[in-house]
C-alpha cells in the first residue's frame, strides 16, 4: 500500500511539473504583431524617415535655379484653374489623389535628383511628400510656403490672410503631462507582410483628400476638449506658450514605438500642430496611414500667434519669404 502510495505522490509531483512546464512554455511563445505592429516595425526597420529626418522641404530659390535642370520635376498638385492662371515653369500639374499612380506608372522616379510637390501653402504638399516618402520615394520634397512664396499673387489669399495673432493672449504657458501608453489602433487589411499592408494602406489614404485632415485655429480653440493635441515643436517654442491642454511631443524622434508613439488616444481625434502646418503634416501622414484618427492644423502657430513668431525668428510668415518669380500661364 505504502508502495502504491508513493507511487501515486510521485506520479501527482510529475504532471504538475509538466502543466507547470507547459504552461511555461505557453506563456513564452511570442504574440504574433498586428498589422499596426507590424508596419511600424518596417518603417523604423526601414530608415524610419518621419522621426528622423522629416521634413523635406525645397526652398523657391533652388527650384528657381534648375529651371533648365533635366533632373529636377516639379508636380504642381493645385486645382487645373489655378495651374492654367499661372505655374511654375515645365512644372507638371497632377491631382494628388493620382500621385502614387503617377509615380509607380507614369514616371521613373530614380531619373530625378529632385522630384518637388507643388501646392498652395506647403501644407498639403507636406502631407503628400510625407505619403510618397513613406512609399519609399526618397527623392521628394515639398516646396516650403508653397505657391505662396513663389509671387505675392498666391500668397494673398494663402498665407498672407491666414498668418494671424488672433489667439496670442489665450496661451497656455504651463506644460501638460504625457499619457501613459495604451490601446493601439486596428489595422484590417487583411494581407500578411508589412509591406503589402503598407500598399494597402497607402492606396486608401490616398483616395481622400487632404482637406479632411486638417482643422483651423478658429474651431479648435472654441473646441480645445475635442482634440488630443500633440505640440511637435521644441521645448523653447512650448514654453512661450500653446493651446490649452496641448502635449509637447520632440521633433525627429517622440513618435517612434521605442518613445512615445503609443501613447496616442485611439478613441480621440489627434491634432498635430507646428510653427507653419508643414512639418505636422508629416506627421498627419505617417499617422493616418498607421490608422489614427488625425488631422492637421492649419497653417500652424501661425494661424494664432504670428507676430511672437516673427518677433523670436521661428518661421513667423512674412512677405520677405514671398520671392516674385515669373509664372507660367
Given at each position: 500500500?505504502?508502495?502504491?502510495?508513493?507511487?501515486?505522490?510521485?506520479?501527482?509531483?510529475?504532471?504538475?511539473?509538466l502543466?507547470?512546464?507547459?504552461?511555461?512554455?505557453?506563456?513564452?511563445i511570442?504574440k504574433?504583431?498586428?498589422?499596426?505592429?507590424?508596419?511600424v516595425?518596417?518603417?523604423?526597420?526601414?530608415?524610419?524617415f518621419?522621426?528622423?529626418?522629416?521634413?523635406?522641404?525645397?526652398?523657391?530659390?533652388?527650384?528657381?535655379?534648375?529651371?533648365?535642370?533635366?533632373?529636377?520635376?516639379?508636380?504642381?498638385?493645385?486645382?487645373?484653374?489655378?495651374?492654367?492662371?499661372?505655374?511654375i515653369?515645365?512644372?507638371k500639374?497632377?491631382?494628388?489623389?493620382e500621385?502614387?499612380?503617377?509615380?509607380?506608372n507614369?514616371?521613373?522616379?530614380?531619373?530625378?535628383?529632385?522630384?518637388?510637390?507643388?501646392?498652395?501653402?506647403?501644407?498639403?504638399?507636406?502631407?503628400?511628400?510625407?505619403?510618397?516618402?513613406i512609399?519609399?520615394?526618397?527623392n521628394?520634397?515639398?516646396?516650403?510656403?508653397?505657391?505662396?512664396?513663389?509671387?505675392e499673387?498666391f500668397?494673398?489669399?494663402?498665407?498672407?490672410?491666414?498668418?494671424?495673432?488672433t489667439?496670442a493672449?489665450?496661451?497656455?504657458?504651463?506644460?501638460?503631462?504625457?499619457?501613459?501608453?495604451?490601446?493601439?489602433?486596428?489595422?484590417k487589411?487583411?494581407?500578411?507582410?508589412?509591406?503589402?499592408?503598407?500598399?494597402?494602406?497607402?492606396?486608401?489614404?490616398?483616395?481622400?483628400?487632404?482637406?479632411?485632415?486638417?482643422?483651423?485655429?478658429?474651431?479648435v480653440?472654441?473646441?480645445?476638449n475635442?482634440?488630443?493635441?500633440?505640440?511637435?515643436?521644441?521645448?523653447?517654442?512650448?514654453?512661450?506658450?500653446?493651446?490649452?491642454?496641448?502635449?509637447?511631443?520632440?521633433?525627429?524622434?517622440?513618435?517612434?514605438?521605442?518613445?512615445?508613439?503609443?501613447?496616442?488616444?485611439?478613441?480621440?481625434?489627434?491634432?498635430?500642430?507646428?510653427?507653419?502646418?508643414?512639418?505636422?503634416?508629416?506627421?498627419?501622414?505617417?499617422?493616418?496611414?498607421?490608422?489614427?484618427?488625425?488631422?492637421?492644423?492649419a497653417?500652424?502657430?501661425?494661424?494664432?500667434?504670428?507676430?511672437?513668431?516673427?518677433?523670436?525668428?521661428?518661421?513667423?510668415?512674412?512677405?520677405?519669404?514671398?520671392?516674385n518669380?515669373?509664372?507660367?500661364?
Open positions: 500500500m505504502k508502495k502504491i502510495t508513493s507511487y501515486l505522490a510521485v506520479l501527482f509531483i510529475a504532471i504538475s511539473l502543466n507547470g512546464f507547459n504552461s511555461n512554455a505557453q506563456q513564452n511570442e504574433p504583431l498586428s498589422e499596426f505592429e507590424l508596419v516595425k518596417y518603417l523604423e526597420s526601414n530608415g524610419d518621419t522621426n528622423t529626418k522629416a521634413p523635406a522641404l525645397i526652398l523657391a530659390n533652388e527650384i528657381k535655379e534648375n529651371l533648365k535642370n533635366d533632373k529636377y520635376l516639379v508636380l504642381d498638385i493645385r486645382s487645373e484653374s489655378w495651374f492654367e492662371y499661372g505655374h515653369k515645365n512644372a500639374n497632377v491631382k494628388a489623389s500621385l502614387l499612380n503617377y509615380f509607380e507614369e514616371i521613373n522616379p530614380e531619373n530625378f535628383d529632385k522630384i518637388s510637390i507643388v501646392c498652395y501653402s506647403g501644407q498639403s504638399a507636406a502631407y503628400y511628400t510625407s505619403l510618397l516618402r512609399a519609399g520615394y526618397n521628394v520634397f515639398n516646396l516650403k510656403w508653397g505657391m505662396s512664396s513663389w509671387a499673387e500668397a494673398t489669399n494663402i498665407w498672407l490672410k491666414n498668418s494671424k495673432n489667439y493672449d489665450k496661451l497656455e504657458l504651463s506644460p501638460n503631462l504625457m499619457p501613459i501608453k495604451g490601446e493601439l489602433p486596428t489595422l487589411t487583411g494581407k500578411q507582410t508589412a509591406k503589402e499592408i503598407l500598399n494597402v494602406r497607402l492606396k486608401e489614404v490616398f483616395t481622400k483628400p487632404y482637406k479632411e485632415y486638417y482643422v483651423k485655429a478658429d474651431t480653440f472654441k473646441n480645445t475635442n482634440y488630443f493635441i500633440v505640440n511637435y515643436v521644441n521645448v523653447d517654442k512650448y514654453n512661450l506658450g500653446h493651446i490649452k491642454g496641448s502635449i509637447r511631443y520632440q521633433p525627429k524622434s517622440s513618435l517612434s514605438s521605442l518613445e512615445n508613439l503609443y501613447t496616442l488616444p485611439i478613441n480621440k481625434k489627434v491634432l498635430v500642430s507646428c510653427m507653419t502646418g508643414q512639418s505636422s503634416a508629416y506627421i498627419v501622414a505617417y499617422l493616418n496611414v498607421l490608422g489614427y484618427d488625425v488631422a492637421n492644423l497653417y500652424g502657430a501661425n494661424s494664432y500667434m504670428n507676430a511672437t513668431l516673427i518677433e523670436k525668428g521661428w518661421n513667423g510668415f512674412i512677405e520677405k519669404e514671398i520671392k518669380y515669373p509664372v507660367t500661364e
